[in-house]
């Protein structure tokens, strides 16, 4: 196998090459439509070089190395701003998925390429007006009707649902159960006849979220991931690859080299702001933060490697870093005075002080807010007693709603 030295040089180099066709300055100005299919381009080429899916099996079309490995090339991507934030959430979690639990393993092999390829896009649809924190409180209905299964009801926040070409869902298969127990687990065809997608703007502008209606959409029993009444492990799964693919020390906003370089260039009472020693400590202190994550994602992804499950820690990823993103973005705020308030609407969170502040509010709600990581944080590092659950067992038709 390729080490690591030598690959992230390899990564290093080919990231490079791709700045002028794909990077962040390409990138402006360009439509929603058209930065989308920049995007299948660049995934194309990315799939091409041999840096798509560098640590799936090779039995599926990936590259077969470690998680290592994966880490250092989104290390030497990451700061170039390409297009490539379409695909991370069907690459992060339902591909992981499909590959995990289905069965017809040439269909799987099918998708995970077409999906590398950045020719199909996956969708995660588990939140629900009435079921984000409480997953297990769903009320999308998924009724057998001795053909395959039926799904009735509506989804919310669903991200590039409207892009999609597939989705991993998880539905209620029986309300006359404890709520975690009549959860069933599919994957679904976002063009199937009664999907209906609604997208909606975010506070930056950004147009990736939507709502999603299921109007007696089929689906045939071989669209089912995991036993019937068994959808809730399957979420669980799905949640435990999210808290450690989807995490970036960062919080996907800007780099403390980012914060340090203009630290230097802002000035406090007439001197660079790197000399003043409150500066300094809120980049010691973000600094030791965000490296802590660091080891705690590289432990888990050697725990992955040899065959363990990581711990709850992981749910420490999130909650750290987006913090750490809005107190640095608040501060270079602060330090830039009224020039701090100018919007660029072309901006993106990674190299922009603002647009990282106007989008951190919804990093600290989506893959889970911030009071339930408090809360396995609370229960599962710490050992505290539990949350109060007064539904724990009661039939989910019974709970009032
Ligand atoms: C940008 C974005 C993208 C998203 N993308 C997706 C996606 O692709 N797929 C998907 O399925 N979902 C997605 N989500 C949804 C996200 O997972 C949910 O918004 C999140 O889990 C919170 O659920 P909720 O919005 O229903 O809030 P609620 O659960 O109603 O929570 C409201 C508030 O109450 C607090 N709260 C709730 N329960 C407790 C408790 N027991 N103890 C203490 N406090 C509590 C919460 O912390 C929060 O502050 C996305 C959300 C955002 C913002």
């Not at 029993?221 to 808290?243: C, K, Y």
């Not at 007693?385 to 038709?397: A, L, S, T």
Request: glycine share 12%; charged share 25%; net charge negative.
């Amino acid at each position: 196998m390729i080490d690591l030295d030598t690959f992230r040089q390899q990564a290093r180099e080919w990231t490079l090459s791709m700045v002028p066709e794909f990077g962040r300055e390409a990138r402006r100005g360009l439509t929603d439509e058209e930065d989308l299919a920049l995007g299948r381009r660049y995934m194309a080429k990315k799939y091409e070089a041999g840096f798509a899916g560098v640590h799936m099996p090779e039995e599926f079309g990936g590259r077969g190395l470690t998680g290592l490995h994966k880490l250092a090339f989104d290390q030497e991507e990451m700061p170039h701003g390409f297009p490539s934030g379409y695909f991370g959430i069907s690459l992060g979690m339902p591909i992981p998925i499909i590959m995990k639990f289905c069965e017809d393993k040439a269909w799987v092999r099918e998708r995970v390429v077409a999906a590398l390829k950045g020719e199909e896009i996956w969708c995660q649809l588990f939140s629900e007006p009435s079921g984000g924190s409480d997953l297990a409180g769903l009320r999308m209905k998924a009724e057998e009707d001795g053909n395959g299964w039926k799904l009735n009801g509506q989804k919310l926040w669903t991200s590039h649902a409207h892009i999609a070409d597939y989705g991993i869902i998880v539905a209620r298969s029986d309300p006359t159960v404890p709520k975690h127990k009549g959860l069933t687990y599919f994957w679904v065809d976002m063009h199937a006849e009664g999907v209906t997608c609604k997208p909606f703007k975010l506070l930056d502008k950004e147009v990736v979220c939507n709502e999603v209606f299921f109007d007696d959409v089929k689906l045939t029993d071989g669209q089912r991931i995991g036993p019937v009444g068994g959808g809730f492990g399957v979420a669980m799964a799905t949640l435990m690859i999210e808290r450690y693919v989807a995490g970036d020390a960062d919080g996907f906003g800007p780099t403390i080299p980012f914060f340090v370089d203009f630290a230097r260039e802002v000035e406090v009472n007439g001197r660079p702001a790197i000399e003043d020693g409150r500066i300094r400590s809120a980049i010691a202190r973000n600094f030791a933060l965000r490296n802590g994550l660091n080891s705690i994602r590289d432990r888990a992804f050697l725990m992955m490697e040899a065959g363990m499950e990581p711990g709850p820690e992981g749910s420490l990823s999130k909650l750290i870093s987006v913090r750490s993103r809005q107190k640095l973005s608040e501060l270079a705020i602060d330090l830039k005075g009224s020039e701090g308030l100018a919007y660029d609407p072309e901006a993106t969170s990674k190299e922009d002080w603002v647009a990282s502040w106007l989008s951190v509010p919804t990093g600290r709600i989506a893959g889970g807010a911030d009071e339930m990581l408090l809360n396995t944080i609370a229960e599962r590092i710490l050992g505290l007693p539990q949350d109060h659950r007064p539904d724990k067992g009661v039939p989910f038709n019974q709970i009032p709603a």
